[in-house]
């Protein structure tokens, strides 16, 4: 039987950190994390963040100095973004640690972005280094001539304006540097076992190659430029995994040396020399998942107003400004309820091992309680109770959701029994006076907050477990094409193409249901890397189709008896990343419709749409939408397809095919067909060529 990718890297990791763990005798080391921030990492790389002005961490030095001491670290240091302050306080109080932090850099030539860890340097040397930033070359020149190490954080990693950086890039980089970090405890495996692969795979003679051709000396940055070393960190904002990812530092006659030298000159002198071994664990993005999950908790418990005309103002296009104001404005209505706080303190205060009081406890309400006991477990290291928690939270909401909805059908909500008229009240007016005088609301106001009542709290919680997934396989996943194009590269380690289709219309008896039939008919026959997935509570999976039970089944009445299924969008997440896909394929402006475009940007593949319906036809006849309404229904739906990168639709029916030719005049990928049997052919062309 044929190993998954995942396994294979898996299995990869394994054996590459044994070898690391018997590199060097284990009474002469010192165990460090290089790689640890607390809370003066206070302005991060990240735009959206310096809108929100929020910090990268609120962590106590004192709470994340304990958590590397349990997990077993014999020396220390913390790597904050651009300041060493942290060290220098710590220092003051009479702690051996070594002065160390993470400057951003510039690569000027490649106009890109670059993490550098940087050890051993005084305040003085702190001033320079920190004006030399903004060009590499610099920096790294001064940190050579006074002794300072340097380290390439997670090298695969970096801030540009290009998707993917050229070889060039790369080649350039092995010359000036001279240690790399190779096992970063917040990056996936693949790309940590890249790097790995990519610095064994250099020779001495392609260094010199290098050097010609960039008519650089190494000497001028390097010691030995030979010689790559290998570090670990963890990489840590919050505390919760430091001292798990780290370095074995080397240092001969260590119990000797330790009676008149202290730890942290004898890590310098090890990470000067090289002599360094990382160590550390491959569950990267359950850990990265959990790091965010209480992220989102710490801005949820400190979160502050950043001001509408700061974050007008603030530097950045108007998407990242929109994407800053919804989740301002998400975070700030998670703060307004009292009990959805309480829920995210004590979950934050669970995820770091402090189990909450007897009081605490019995002041719960009895549907929360295995809510915080799975929180306990995580602190215990037992990951997956985070996918149980989902579960708790999936069915408290659809509970009351169901409850509610059978309010809704006997019509306690009347201004949102038509969906006509729901789109109407739900535009927002240009008018600022509109939002301070209530007289001047009009029928542009809903007021739903009677309807959300009681839905806040397993909403909100299961919202920010899903961000927190969301946002860990974007930050491992968003440079895939680079991580593709770099395993090309290297010749080892290239994901698999497999597809994914998603559907809400596999048994809904209309011609996108047959014609997915018969497309699951040639798949099966043919053993494509294609499967089809749809959420539905009378069918089960068999080959190559994916049945995932929904969470809650509703039917809408304005919607024409449309039948809602509420999909576990959590199941769906970590069903992509296991099935190894790297595409997606929607055919459904439904949920699915949404988990594909959730799918495209957590993961980043590329996501196609195929058109079966014209949905403007259907308002038209089936939810009586007209004049006005009509016109902002085709927007959002104008806006929903063009979030797709190809579409695919029949020349016949007239909207799509204006839509797909506004897609083809932007220039995205686009094709109109004639018939369903077009559409077949052209759909088979979408499967990877060594299947098809």
């Not at 640890?36 to 910090?55: A, K, T």
């Not at 077993?72 to 070594?98: E, M, P, W």
């Not at 000027?108 to 005084?122: A, Q, R």
């Not at 009990?339 to 995210?344: D, N, Y």
């Amino acid at each position: 039987m044929n190993k998954s990718f995942r396994q294979t890297l898996k299995e990869e990791f394994e054996k590459f950190l044994l070898l690391q763990q018997n590199k060097y005798p284990p009474t002469e080391i010192l165990k460090v994390d290089l790689h640890c921030h607390d809370y003066n990492s206070d302005v991060p790389d990240e735009l959206i963040g310096r809108i929100l002005n929020v910090p990268e961490t609120w962590l106590p030095s004192e709470i994340l100095m304990d958590k590397l001491r349990k997990n077993n670290c014999t020396a220390f240091t913390i790597t904050n973004h651009n300041n060493a302050r942290s060290c220098y306080a710590l220092q003051d109080k009479g702690v051996d640690i070594l002065t160390a932090a993470e400057f951003s850099c510039r690569v000027p030539d490649f106009e890109i972005g670059i993490h550098v860890l940087t050890y051993g340097f005084t305040p003085d040397q702190e001033v320079r280094l920190d004006k030399l930033r903004k060009n590499l070359y610099r920096f790294l020149e001064y940190a050579r001539q006074q002794d300072i190490p340097t380290i390439w954080a997670h090298p695969l990693y970096h801030y540009s304006s290009r998707k993917i950086p050229p070889a060039s890039f790369f080649n350039k980089m092995l010359l000036v540097f001279e240690r790399f970090e190779v096992v970063n405890g917040q990056r996936d495996t693949w790309q940590n076992l890249l790097v790995k692969e990519w610095l064994e795979s250099i020779s001495p003679e392609d260094i010199d190659r290098y050097a010609g051709i960039f008519g650089i000396d190494p000497l001028l940055y390097c010691t030995d430029p030979y010689q790559k070393a290998i570090s670990g960190g963890s990489d840590c904002h919050m505390g919760i995994f430091a001292g798990t990812t780290g370095s074995c530092l080397y240092v001969p006659n260590l119990a000797e040396r330790l009676r008149s030298e202290s730890r942290s000159q004898l890590a310098l002198e090890a990470i000067r020399f090289g002599r360094m071994a990382p160590y550390g664990t491959f569950q990267n993005a359950e850990k990265m998942t959990i790091a965010f999950l209480d992220y989102a908790c710490q801005i949820t418990l400190n979160y502050t107003d950043p001001g509408l005309l700061r974050m007008l103002l603030h530097k950045g296009s108007p998407q990242d400004k929109l994407i800053s104001f919804v989740v301002s404005n998400l975070f700030s209505e998670v703060r307004r309820h009292r009990v959805t706080t309480t829920f995210v303190r004590i979950f934050h205060e669970s995820l770091m091992g402090k189990k909450p009081s007897l009081w605490t406890k019995i002041a719960l309400r009895k549907d929360y309680q295995p809510i915080f006991d799975e929180a306990l477990r995580i602190a215990g290291r037992n990951y997956r109770s985070i996918t149980e928690i989902n579960r708790h939270l999936y069915a408290i909401l659809a509970g009351r959701l169901e409850k509610k909805l059978k309010k809704f059908n006997a019509g306690k909500y009347p201004e949102m029994q038509s969906l006509d008229n729901l789109i109407e009240k739900m535009e927002l007016p240009v008018s600022i006076r509109s939002y301070v005088d209530r007289g001047e609301r009009g029928t542009h106001h809903v007021d739903i907050s009677a309807f959300l009542d009681g839905l806040s709290f397993p909403f909100f919680g299961a919202v920010l477990i899903l961000a927190a997934h969301f946002i860990s396989a974007r930050t491992m996943f968003n440079i895939r094409p680079m991580l593709r194009d770099f395993s090309e590269r290297i010749g080892r380690f290239a994901h698999p193409e497999r597809i994914l289709w998603l559907t809400d219309s596999w048994d809904d008896g209309s011609e996108a249901a047959r014609f997915l039939g018969e497309m699951h008919g040639e798949i099966k026959r043919r053993q494509w890397p294609v499967d089809i997935l749809t959420c539905s509570s009378r069918h089960s999976s068999e080959d190559h189709l994916i049945v995932l039970p929904p969470v809650g089944e509703f039917t809408l009445p304005f919607a024409d008896g449309y039948r809602c299924i509420f999909p576990d969008f959590l199941s769906l997440h970590n069903l992509f990343l296991a099935g190894e896909y790297d595409r997606v394929i929607c055919s459904t402006e439904g949920a699915m419709g949404f988990a594909g475009l959730y799918l495209k940007h957590a993961y980043s593949v590329e996501a196609s749409f195929c058109m079966h319906t014209d949905r403007i036809a259907y308002a038209q006849q089936r939810l009586h939408i007209e004049g006005h309404n009509l016109n902002r229904f085709r927007r959002i739906l104008r806006f929903f397809y063009h979030s797709f990168d190809q579409l695919i639709a029949m020349q016949s029916d007239t909207c799509n095919a204006k839509v797909v030719k506004e897609m083809m005049r932007s220039g995205k990928q686009a094709c109109l067909v004639n018939t369903p049997e077009e559409m077949f052919e052209y759909m088979i062309r979408q499967i990877p060529p060594e299947k098809a």
